[in-house]
């Protein structure tokens, strides 16, 4: 099976920064897109950003100018840079693997954002 180990998720005064990783490992390859999500209870889970293999990149409208993902192919690792954080970014960031097969999603590490 896949695994996603996420990390860098915690608490940050609003205005400050924070980058999240997320290592995929075990029975995928040939991974296209890669990318990050959020969801706060009650809520559908949302588009962050997503970068393919080729590195072209998509951002929501929320983060852009804030957020920049990139990725490593070696390492089979997605990371999401955060600057300028609100407290509406407080959710849960869930990573996301895909190949032409299957995607998988990581478990979601918590980002809160105070005032």
């Known amino acids: 099976q896949v695994q996603l180990v996420e990390s860098g998720g915690g608490l940050v005064q609003a205005g400050g920064s924070l980058t999240l990783s997320c290592a995929a490992s075990?029975?995928?390859?040939?991974?296209?897109?890669m990318g990050w999500y959020r969801q706060a209870p009650g809520k559908q889970r949302d588009l962050v950003a997503t970068?393919?293999?080729?590195?072209?990149?998509d951002y929501a409208d929320s983060v852009k100018g804030r957020f920049t993902i990139s990725r490593d192919n070696v390492k089979n690792t997605v990371y999401l840079q955060m600057n300028s954080l609100k407290p509406e970014d407080t959710d849960v960031y869930y990573c996301?693997?895909?190949?032409?097969?299957?995607?998988?999603w990581g478990q979601g590490t918590q980002v809160t954002v105070s005032t």
């Open positions: 996301l693997v895909r190949n032409i097969f299957r995607a998988d």
């Open positions: 970068i393919t293999s080729g590195r072209i990149t």
């Open positions: 075990g029975r995928i390859s040939n991974i296209d897109i």
